[in-house]
């Protein structure tokens, strides 16, 4: 935890309270922290802080702002996924979340498997989205879509999705483009599919409505390490 993250309501108050128990635990158990120490605290979706700690007891912790400071780059990425397994989808979430991905949306294709959309992890993206803030020691959350329609989506929203964009790439092993490089800076839309990738027909429904389909090496990767590879890649300065 490398921020403590306080909720939107907090930002009106004259006086700033850490009351969730979870937070308190990493204060004291881990910080050790005393009155007169400084903690980085963030508002959500708001500004983050440098704070001192005022008052302590064993329910919460008052602190007092004592300078504003600045909030970690976002990657100008909107990363589609195709819903994977349930404990996947925790890591995927945090660690893109972590690496500052401005939205995510989670795409139903022919190889998920439709109990995953009645996983109770879909009820509790909020959690890893805010593990990945304060591991990051961001504030602002991206924007996460579901779509349970694959033709649908590809067809009806992604085209408008890619016009606002400069590039849409969709990684697939069996294809000869590589990632190109240089293109940290630009807007894109990454997509990528589930365990055994995309069927032909998503890939060719994919590059018909307006995106690249690239590859990245000669390895077949598990869907999380080549989401972490394209994101790293794609967030380089």
């Not at 004592?66 to 100008?76: G, Y």
């Not at 630009?186 to 069927?199: A, L, N, S, Y």
Request: some cysteine.
């Amino acid at each position: 935890m490398n921020i403590i993250l306080l909720p939107e309501s907090e930002q009106n108050q004259s006086r700033w309270f850490i009351r969730e128990q979870r937070q308190l635990t990493h204060i004291y158990g881990h910080l050790n922290a005393k009155v007169g120490d400084t903690l980085k605290v963030g508002i959500r979706n708001g500004a983050r802080y440098i704070a001192e700690i005022i008052a302590m007891n064993t329910t919460e912790i008052e602190i007092k702002v004592l300078e504003k400071v600045s909030l970690p780059e976002k990657c100008p990425i909107t990363l589609v996924l195709a819903l994977p397994r349930p404990k996947v989808l925790r890591r995927l979430i945090m660690d893109s979340v972590t690496l500052g991905v401005e939205k995510i949306i989670l795409l139903h294709s022919f190889r998920v498997d439709k109990s995953y959309w009645q996983s109770p992890f879909l009820k509790q993206l909020d959690d890893y989205v805010t593990l990945g803030l304060e591991q990051a020691g961001d504030t602002y959350a991206p924007e996460i879509q579901l779509y349970q329609r694959f033709k649908p989506f590809v067809e009806d929203v992604l085209p408008e999705l890619i016009q606002q964009k400069d590039w849409a790439y969709v990684a697939h092993p069996y294809i000869e483009n590589k990632l190109p490089k240089n293109i940290a800076s630009e807007q894109g839309i990454i997509i990528v599919g589930p365990e055994g990738g995309f069927i032909p027909y998503e890939i060719d429904l994919l590059i018909k409505n307006g995106c690249q389909a690239i590859q990245l090496g000669n390895r077949i990767l598990r869907t999380e390490t080549a989401v972490s590879y394209l994101l790293g890649r794609l967030s380089a300065y």
